[in-house]
């Protein structure tokens, strides 16, 4: 209703200007400029293959470290005379690609295990909060350093790797409001009715504490974007010739001082995603957590 | 209050031996060490000596019996690289990385906690607006980027401290710095919004209701309470110095813990892989160990809860 109110008030002026007044209505200036920003992050995700100007590969060995606002190499090029724009946006592209399927992958199984902890109680709930304990007890960084050392470094490998992190918040999360969901009426409701454990929490109880649940991934999805792009830059995570933001650090970290466009473009991409992500979600979480209130 | 200890102290033995096993399994399970050692094109001879030396070549069930029994005696295994025991090789690099990460914890808590509370006391205010922007972009820069960023304004641009290496105070700065920063913003906001939740409280209202001094209110009833969550995050806290070592330690060739881990990782180093491991392992269960304790300490409720 009030969105039909607002828009036939503002009738008179142009698209632009109602659109400006809505978003400020709705969300601080700075959570709009993180969604703004975040939005055209996706859009280069999906676009990279169409909006870079060169291969990744592509030398040129003719304009080797050239700096920034050069007419056909807008961000300059590396050592090699690859062109660090399209370096830039491929590393998005990847970036976000490990960032985003780990993210879900985490919230998945996290909150699966939370639910195994909450139907059967006894002993699987022991089993996960000693596997929570187990990872409390490691840093996260310091256990995928081992495993991907060990096992060589996959794209596959990185991604279930950084899947697993932050699992243990969903567990938790899903584990309490799933106890107390099914002391509601309407659980036991559907329970009296007949349906099966699986329908219970998946169909009733996850909707309901969804809108905690997608708070939680807003703040996994920057730490783990921090996470892979550190262990790029230690050399152990997205291997040459992709690239990934933490690697063209990394590799930009040798040039810092002749060359320091290399790595200061993609160390930008990497602060502002992160910062808009973590105002959007902080915006997100005053408005959908009940439990903050 | 005896429950309470005794039940923490066998959730993390457990932790200890399940982080063992974890390592063990893990660093073994996933390649031969003694092809990658000693290279593609060596005898079949010089491989199967290699293996016998280190015990490599009996079933996995015994190698973990031996390993679990010299780990319990104190022996953490030879290196693989330089012969030295592990132990050894990581007990030296411990002061170097206390070095960095004692000066970085003080600082998170002396600038962290401060702010947060004082941000806290005047919400709404400009300085409360400055904090809570300065923390988010403080956990929000990755630490590589940071630790880089500032080489290049205080190294190469103003060339007024060193950009890596090891041997002054002056050494330490830059590192510890790029240490402390994101938990300082961490600390900050978490310290800032236990405040105001405790702020909120009807005991505060009832204190400064009755008249009390506004400095009482804040330091007798405010902040003792305001602490309870605080000294948790503090816990985690740890945590994520001692992986910020390994990345910022890399950056500023500072030879520690950290740096010892990434160049192991890299020969495949099995056992200083192993001791790092565990060490770091313990270091975090006897933290997070003590802020149980402290917790309870803190909120006699959770001492009675676990109790029952």
């Known amino acids: ?293 | 209050m005896i429950n309470f200890v005794l039940s923490r102290l066998v959730r993390a033995i457990v932790t200890i031996f399940a982080v063992m096993t974890f390592a063990f399994v893990v660093l073994r399970l996933s390649g031969d060490p003694a092809q990658v050692m000693l290279g593609p094109d060596v005898p079949t001879s010089a491989i199967e000596a290699f293996r016998s030396r280190w015990g490599l070549d009996q079933p996995l069930w015994m190698q973990y019996l031996a390993y679990i029994r010299s780990i319990l005696t104190g022996d953490f295994g030879t290196s693989m690289r330089d012969g030295m025991p592990a132990a050894r090789l990581v007990l030296e690099r411990i002061p170097s990385t206390l070095q960095l990460t004692v000066p970085a914890l003080v600082l998170q808590l002396a600038i962290g906690i401060p702010a947060g509370v004082y941000a806290a006391l005047h919400r709404q205010s400009a300085t409360d607006r400055g904090v809570i922007f300065l923390s988010v972009l403080g956990f929000t820069v990755p630490s590589f980027v940071l630790g880089l960023l500032l080489v290049l304004v205080f190294a190469v641009t103003f060339a007024i401290l060193p950009s890596g290496g090891y041997g002054s105070w002056q050494h330490a700065i830059l590192p510890a710095l790029t240490m402390s920063i994101g938990g300082i913003g961490i600390l900050a906001r978490f310290s800032r919004s236990a405040m105001i939740e405790v702020m909120g409280q009807p005991y505060v209202r009832t204190a400064s209701a009755k008249g009390m001094a506004w400095r009482d209110v804040v330091w007798r009833h405010a902040l003792p309470n305001a602490a309870v969550p605080i000294v948790t995050i503090v816990g985690f806290m740890v945590g994520s110095l001692i992986a910020g070592a390994v990345v910022v330690e890399s950056i500023f060739s500072w030879p520690g813990i950290g740096r010892l881990l990434v160049v192991s990782v890299t020969n495949r180093d099995l056992p200083v892989v192993q001791c790092i491991l565990l060490m770091i392992a313990s270091a975090m269960v006897v933290s997070n160990l003590i802020v149980d304790l402290l917790y309870g300490w803190l909120d006699p409720r959770l001492r009675s809860q676990a109790a029952h």
């Open chain 1, 1 to 293: 209703m009030t969105v039909i109110d607002t828009a036939t008030a503002q009738r008179g002026r142009g698209f632009a200007e109602r659109l400006l007044l809505r978003t400020r209505n709705a969300a601080p200036f700075s959570v709009g400029l993180g969604i703004i920003w975040l939005a055209a992050m996706v859009f280069i995700a999906i676009f990279a293959d169409v909006l870079r100007p060169y291969g990744i590969t592509a030398m040129d060995l003719s304009s080797r470290l050239v700096g920034p606002g050069h007419p056909t190499h807008w961000l300059g090029t590396d050592e090699l005379g690859r062109d660090v724009l399209s370096r830039l946006l491929q590393s998005i592209r990847i970036s976000l690609v490990i960032a985003f399927g780990a993210t879900i992958l985490s919230a998945v199984f996290g909150t699966a295990l939370g639910f195994a902890a909450a139907k059967f109680r006894g002993v699987v709930e022991h089993l996960v909060l000693a596997l929570a304990d187990f990872q409390a007890a490691l840093p996260f960084l310091i256990m995928s350093l081992a495993l991907l050392a060990f096992f060589g470094s996959s794209m596959w490998l990185l991604v279930c790797l950084m899947g697993f992190y932050g699992w243990e918040r969903y567990a938790r999360i899903a584990r309490g409001l799933a106890i107390s969901a099914s002391a509601q009426g309407y659980a036991s409701a559907v329970v009296q009715l007949g349906a099966t454990p699986m329908r219970v929490y998946f169909r009733h109880i996850l909707p309901n504490i969804a809108s905690t649940l997608i708070v939680s991934m807003t703040l996994t999805f920057p730490e783990i974007i921090l996470m892979e792009s550190g262990l790029s830059f230690l050399g152990l995570g997205v291997q040459p010739p992709q690239s990934s933001l933490g690697n063209m650090v990394g590799f930009g970290r040798e040039y810092l001082t002749t060359a320091p466009w290399i790595m200061l473009a993609p160390a930008m991409i990497i602060m502002l995603t992160t910062l808009s992500i973590s105002l959007v979600g902080d915006w997100l979480r005053d408005k959908l957590d009940p439990t903050v209130r």
